[in-house]
Nanobody
């Protein structure tokens, strides 16, 4: 069983920055794709950003130019750099990793942006 552990969430004011981390219990290069998703109260979970094994990235339109996904294969860690945060970015952020058989989720980390 793969463990994904997120960290780095917190409370910031609008315009601020946070960096989320997701550390996996195995080599992240074994996953076909990894990503960040978020879920605000009353809303469905939505894609924020993904990165493939080949380092191709994809972003939701609402976060393009403000959030950036990256990874450190040596540290088995996925990152989400979040700049110019807005109140509508408030949500629980989840790390996801998919291999050829199944997908894995972290426990989530809360991000709260106040105006």
């Amino acid at each position: 069983q793969v463990q994904l552990v997120e960290s780095g969430g917190g409370s910031v004011q609008a315009g601020g920055s946070l960096r989320l981390s997701c550390t996996a219990s195995r080599n992240i290069f074994s996953f076909n794709i990894m990503g960040w998703y978020r879920q605000a109260p009353g809303n469905q979970r939505e894609l924020v950003a993904t990165i493939t094994k080949g380092a191709i990235t994809n972003y939701a339109d609402s976060v393009k130019g403000r959030l950036s996904i990256s990874r450190n294969i040596v540290k088995n860690t996925l990152y989400l750099q979040m700049n110019t945060l807005k109140p509508e970015d408030t949500a629980v952020y989840y790390c996801n990793a998919d291999d050829i058989l199944t997908g894995f989720w972290g426990q989530g980390t809360q991000v709260t942006v106040s105006s």
